[in-house]
């Protein structure tokens, strides 16, 4: 998770979940000043947003959400944005989280954020892709990361702060990993949302609510979530 200097300044692209959040507190305890980004993509569970507005005041960092609403009805086909196909149960792993990829999601909200951050002078952009994602999400590897980062640098010429970094600090970390970090940090896990049917409460049987529960198991961290079943997490 080193990274070459502390950032003063990282616009944070921030899901209201545990990795982003995370993030946001990892850099904060380096004593950077973090702007959070969030994004309304249409995606079925909005949710995450007020939760991303909860940990920006924990932070007392600025919070801005972009609304790419109009964008929802273009990206068909994902269980996160049409309505028609229904969010899966069961691991992370498994073939039928296939469904829930939003195509080009990352490249869309990183080139936003590189955009803000350039506009604001800041001298990072940070997300939370982990290693658990990269069996589903090919736009949160490595080999992503590293050729969006030359991207950014050729789109940017001139214009980058100095050192600028483009983060994703977790990349290599499993989502336990993650737990424990913000256990050390004093993450406020009760208001992070990682559900992927956006309802009152987590669900406890979608991809994201299993791998949340199983990283607070590994991590052997209580885990605060209330979950639609109350012996799910238990």
């Not at 999400?137 to 490595?142: E, F, G, I, L, N």
């Not at 499993?174 to 970090?181: L, M, R, S």
Request: proline share 5%.
């Amino acid at each position: 998770m080193n990274n070459k200097t502390s950032p003063s300044h990282a616009v944070v692209i921030a899901s209201g979940g545990l990795d982003s959040t995370t993030v946001a507190y990892w850099l904060v305890g380096q004593g950077s000043k973090v702007t959070l980004l969030s994004f309304d993509y249409g995606q079925r569970h909005r949710t995450e947003l007020e939760y991303a507005s909860r940990i920006a005041k924990h932070l007392q960092a600025p919070h801005e959400i972009v609304d790419l609403s109009g964008l929802g009805k273009l990206f068909t086909g994902s269980a996160l944005t049409d309505p028609a196909v229904p969010v899966p149960d069961g691991h992370y792993t498994a073939d039928n989280m296939r469904s829930t990829v939003v195509p080009n999601r990352n490249t869309i909200m990183l080139s936003i954020a590189v955009a803000a951050a350039v506009s604001a002078s800041a001298d990072a952009v940070a997300f939370g892709a982990h290693s658990g994602d990269h069996a589903i999400y090919p736009d949160c590897r490595r080999e992503f990361f590293d050729q969006f980062e030359a991207v950014t640098r050729a789109g940017n010429e001139g214009f980058l702060a100095n050192e600028f970094q483009l983060l994703a600090p977790f990349i290599g970390l499993t989502k336990a990993d993650i737990v424990e970090t913000g256990q050390a940090l004093g993450v406020p896990f009760a208001d992070t949302w990682s559900c992927y049917r956006g309802g009152e409460v987590h669900c406890g049987t979608c991809g994201t609510c299993t791998e949340r529960i199983e990283a607070f198991s590994l991590a052997g961290v209580a885990d605060p979530t209330v979950y639609v079943r109350p012996e799910v997490g238990a």
